[in-house]
């Protein structure tokens, strides 16, 4: 999958049409559609930005690993390390998401 692809994929998954995710990372709806059609390639503070907004890794965007990873904030990691110190990432996840639902309550 190209970056394009990867873009359009993750704004959809969003329900944001790119206008929306243009506001959101200060570019136009042009360029969020170059972004897409791969005839335009973010620079490496956007690319950080939509990384950051999507929640993956610059090198998923990137095509440097097959899967995304969703980043943690410092304060999720404690958070999880607190419940149990060997952790792995499937956990890790869970106990965050776990988290978000009670914080929705």
Do not use: C
């Not at 136009?28 to 059609?37: L, Q, V, W």
């Not at 990137?62 to 060997?86: H, S």
């Amino acid at each position: 999958m190209t970056l394009g692809e990867k873009i359009r994929t993750l704004r959809m998954k969003k329900g944001w049409n790119q206008t929306q995710l243009g506001s959101k990372i200060n570019v136009t709806k042009a360029s969020i559609s170059g972004y897409e059609n791969n005839t335009r390639n973010p620079d490496k503070e956007t690319l950080v930005k939509l990384a950051h907004l999507f929640e993956v890794s610059t090198d998923y965007l990137l095509g440097n690993e097959a899967k995304y990873q969703i980043p943690f904030t410092k304060k999720q990691e404690i958070v999880a390390l607190r419940v149990d110190r060997n952790i792995n990432e499937d956990k890790l996840r869970s106990i965050l998401d776990f988290i978000d639902y009670m914080n929705q309550k």
